[in-house]
């Protein structure tokens, strides 16, 4: 029984899920500009209309029109479509390829280890965004291809930390209690070492999602990823680029929603780490 | 010869080690921490082995159920029932792990895994060797929980392990060993780490165990307090052999071999302390 009178265990402490709220609620912000983009942007992110070109903030259209008089906020709604699409892909490509790699290293070692270590230093060791327009380059332009690039450039982050984790899960001794009850390696993975190193993996791929926004919008900024007509942030920069001096909203809506964006995720990915650090509680 | 009553009509021990050698090797030569080493547990025997830290206990423990390190190297035999451990493959070997063969080891909290529940922890046994619903494993886990006298088992099982104490961590232990009868549990030092209430209360428990199931038990120590109390047979182990078996009684009474007149006189007693206060 605490002080307050109330079960510590019910009790909601606040302050330390502070981070999670602040970050939750942006990334919501934006996961709710992809999913309802039809019922939120008030026109289409395509129509043109040649009249209303290059107009300023108004009632009308709030956040302005672009060069052919497409509603910016629009475009902006629906290009969160696309880098919320990519981002999530990716970070799943990178979590699940990574975390198979690293605990399969860890777990076997030896040549195993070696083999596929190296193979991923040899990845880490190109630029993420060269890298990113290399395999575009090779694999052909389309946002599906943007997804699977972003996704082998998160692969070797994660294999890192999966493999970190599992060698000091390795070192429990309830893994060797399960071999004592007779698992084998495979059971062993899945049941003792996995959910013992979910954690960790879960915050790293809260921020690689925040950087896996920006990745996508380089992409797309160099004209890789989404194609016009398509909305993506990137590419809304790149044509507010040209207008900077008489039409500043161009490249400042594309730009605070990414912010946006990668300020909630990773605010989420700090404040989800805090709460599961042991070390970090009372 | 000493009268070991476990081995009368006793068909062939529940196991059987003899001339069990474990070896690492290095670049200047073998390093031998197990050395010819031959024992028996009859069944509904409890067999101590007693020997300081180092002198070859846990590898032997270890090899019976072929769990020693990589790179060490076992020869000999080790026998449970027919069956003759070294020559197993390893998949038949995990078959026995847990089902026949059961282990108990000294740090429960640790061998626990945090983020799987108490219930399922002991039924996973049941489902890993006798393909049984978890459901089924889950409610057979509050029954093994409840003979081992955890109370209120129904709503412990839906524990994690950091909600339980340590003793009864360790209840939990000898619960998930108990899940399938095994034939041999190998217990080593499963008292260590708890208090003396609660390391009475545990070694009790192994012995009603050994009578109502019938287990036999090789209980790995360095306790001699442990071994008087528990053990029917026991074997002193110094720098990888055995250098003396025989009933407790005798070995407490009239120890032959010097290294267990030592291991005696090392431990203390309330009668020495009261010299040292005075």
């Known amino acids: 029984m605490s002080l307050s009178g109330l079960d510590p265990q019910t009790r909601f402490d606040f302050g330390r899920w502070r981070l999670v709220i602040i970050g939750g609620l942006l990334v919501g912000l934006v996961l709710a500009a992809a999913i309802f983009a039809p019922w939120i942007a008030p026109y289409s992110p395509l129509e043109f209309d040649v009249v209303e070109m290059l107009q300023p903030p108004s009632t009308a259209h709030w956040l302005g029109t672009d060069e052919l008089g497409r509603d910016v906020l629009s475009r902006a709604i629906y290009a969160a479509r696309i880098s919320m699409q990519v981002a999530l892909l990716a970070v799943t490509v990178g979590l699940v390829g990574g975390t198979l790699i690293g605990t399969i290293a860890a777990y076997f070692g030896g040549w195993v280890d070696a083999i596929l270590m190296r193979t991923m230093d040899l990845l880490f060791s190109f630029p993420a965004i060269l890298l990113a327009v290399v395999l575009m380059a090779s694999l052909g332009n389309s946002v599906w291809n943007a997804m699977i690039a972003i996704g082998l450039v998160f692969i070797p982050g994660f294999s890192r930390l999966a493999r970190a984790s599992t060698q000091s899960v390795l070192r429990q001794q309830y893994v060797e209690a399960a071999r004592t009850i007779g698992m084998s390696d495979v059971q062993i993975i899945f049941r003792e070492i996995l959910p013992n190193i979910v954690a960790p993996l879960l915050v790293e791929a809260a921020v690689a999602f925040a950087y896996a926004v920006l990745l996508e919008s380089a992409l797309s900024f160099l004209g890789l990823g989404a194609q016009p007509p398509d909305a993506s942030w990137g590419n809304m920069l790149s044509t507010g680029r040209g207008f900077m001096a008489q039409a500043p909203w161009l490249s400042l809506v594309p730009g605070m929603a990414m912010f946006i964006c990668v300020l909630g995720f990773n605010l989420l990915g700090d404040g989800l780490r805090d709460v599961f650090d042991p070390h970090m509680r009372h | ?278």
Not at chain 2, 187 to 198: F, G, I, Q, R
């Open chain 2, 1 to 278: 010869m000493e009268d070991r009553i476990h081995a009368h009509g006793a068909e062939r021990p529940t196991l059987s080690i003899r001339d069990l050698s474990v070896e690492f090797p290095k670049r200047e030569g073998a390093v031998k921490v197990v050395d010819k080493v031959s024992l028996d547990v009859w069944p509904r025997e409890i067999v101590g082995v007693i020997g300081e830290s180092g002198s070859g206990k846990t590898l032997t423990s270890l090899a019976a159920l072929r769990l020693l390190p990589k790179r060490a190297q076992a020869t000999g035999s080790i026998k449970l029932g027919e069956r003759s451990i070294l020559d197993l493959s390893e998949r038949d070997m995990r078959g026995l792990r847990g089902d026949r063969l059961a282990f108990i080891p000294q740090d429960a909290m640790r061998s626990l895994n945090p983020t799987m529940r108490v219930g399922r922890q002991i039924g996973e046994p049941l489902v890993l060797h006798r393909k049984t619903p978890w459901k089924q494993a889950v409610d057979a886990a509050a029954k093994l929980l409840k003979s081992v006298h955890v109370r209120d088992a129904e709503d412990r099982i839906r524990n994690y392990p950091h909600n339980f104490s340590g003793g009864m961590q360790q209840r939990a232990m000898i619960a998930m060993g108990l899940a399938l009868e095994p034939e041999l549990l190998i217990a080593d030092e499963p008292t260590t780490a708890l208090d003396v209430t609660v390391q009475a209360q545990v070694l009790k428990l192994l012995k009603e165990i050994r009578d109502s199931h019938g287990t036999s038990i090789l209980f790995i120590t360095h306790d001699l307090g442990v071994v008087a109390e528990l053990c029917d047979w026991v074997y002193v182990m110094y720098r990888g052999r055995i250098v003396e078996e025989g009933t407790v009684r005798r070995i407490f009474t009239t120890p032959r071999e010097d290294y267990t007149r030592m291991l005696l006189a090392a431990t203390p007693t309330i009668f020495d302390q009261r010299a040292e206060l005075s």
